[in-house]
């Protein structure tokens, strides 16, 4: 068990870094309005992106092997304990200050998760999912990343918008894509012990390269849109809830559905909205916010009296 915890910070730490590593790569592409293949492409061209991608792949592989030594009640709560690291770097090299009220709320966030999956404790199951499920939790999961994206971007005649909302919707985005990564990873595990044939003739292979890449758009995506703040609980959050939720309908998981553990299960979710509701309206998610479109001011805009021309008579009241 002290192997598992041990094991489950470590992937905490990591993913936290490299969500932090990922940000202050991409923060200068925070202008950006649009949904743009190429991101990707210009990102792996700075090092300290690319060394965000080392440390999520680092947490990756602790989080395998923490579940080696651990069961997933035990280890998922662990790993949300990422937006604690997350704001404990901002407290070493943000510019702004983590305030107390931002601590409580991150912890809410973590401590209602990690209740919530403790009582819930999704257990049992199948091996190998039917593929007509896998058809409609995949198109399922498309569908809610491109409304996501839809709404983020102002596609269509949704207007844009702010740049905070906008992370924290593709952040919420990109939990979606990773729990439906976890489940194709599940669904790969189940042939490792086949040998290299088995592996390399299942479509869940394939089907992992391209949602990871996918994935990892949304997410840089994500982190330059805005705070990584408004961004992290989507990725913190969702990812774990959508997994377990695809558990439940791919692989026929239990959840406990107890008298007492749906009350748990309710109060665990009530902490969780709470800390997210006095997260979204932390100044660590308003103090980068701005809108999509800059309004320049027009001819007819009056300047403010301290630059007026020198011998300018001041501007009446407006007819």
């Known amino acids: 068990m002290e192997q598992a915890i041990l094991l489950a910070l470590a992937a905490s730490f990591c993913t936290a870094t490299s969500s932090v ?14 949904f743009e293949l190429g991101l990707i492409f210009r990102l792996a061209r700075r090092p300290i992106w690319l060394l965000g991608i080392a440390s999520l792949i680092l947490g990756f592989i602790f989080q395998v092997t923490a579940l080696h030594f651990g069961d997933l009640a035990l280890v998922q709560p662990i790993l949300a304990t990422e937006l604690l690291f997350v704001f404990a770097y901002m407290t070493v090299i943000g510019s702004r200050a983590v305030k107390r009220r931002d601590w409580l709320a991150a912890a809410a966030m973590a401590a209602g998760l ?3 999956l403790l009582v819930a ?4 199951g199948r091996l190998h999912a039917p593929g007509s499920l896998w058809w409609l939790a995949g198109l399922a999961c ?5 409304l996501a994206l839809a709404i ?3 596609w269509g ?11 924290a919707i593709l952040g919420v985005a990109t939990g979606i894509s990773w729990g439906f990564v976890a489940g194709v990873i599940k669904e790969l595990s189940s042939h490792l012990g086949g040998g290299v044939d088995a592996i390399f003739s299942n479509w869940s292979l394939y089907v ?6 996918a994935s990892m758009l949304v997410a840089s995506h994500a982190l330059s849109a805005g705070p990584i703040a408004a961004s992290q609980p989507g990725f913190t959050i969702v990812d774990p809830l959508s997994a377990s939720l695809l558990g439940v309908f791919l692989f026929d998981e239990h959840l406990r559905v107890g008298t007492l553990d749906l009350a748990g299960e309710a109060l665990a979710l009530a902490v969780l909205v709470a800390g997210v509701t006095a997260l979204s309206h932390s100044h660590l998610v308003s103090g980068e916010d701005g809108p999509l479109e800059v309004t320049r001011p027009g001819p007819d805009s009056i300047p403010p009296t301290g630059n007026r021309p020198v011998g300018q008579p001041a501007p009446g009241p407006p007819p």
Do not use: H, N, Y
């Not at 498309?142 to 491109?146: A, D, E, K, T």
């Not at 992992?208 to 890449?213: N, S, V």
């Open 152 to 154: 983020a971007f102002g």
């Open 142 to 146: 498309l569908g809610c990343v491109l």
């Open 114 to 116: 990690g209740l919530f």
């Open 208 to 213: 992992l390269i391209g949602a990871g890449a």
């Open 157 to 167: 005649r949704r207007p844009g918008v702010a740049a905070s909302q906008r992370a």
């Open 21 to 34: 590593c990922q940000r202050l790569g991409a923060k200068s592409e925070q202008g950006s309005t649009g």
């Open 121 to 124: 404790s999704p257990s049992g």
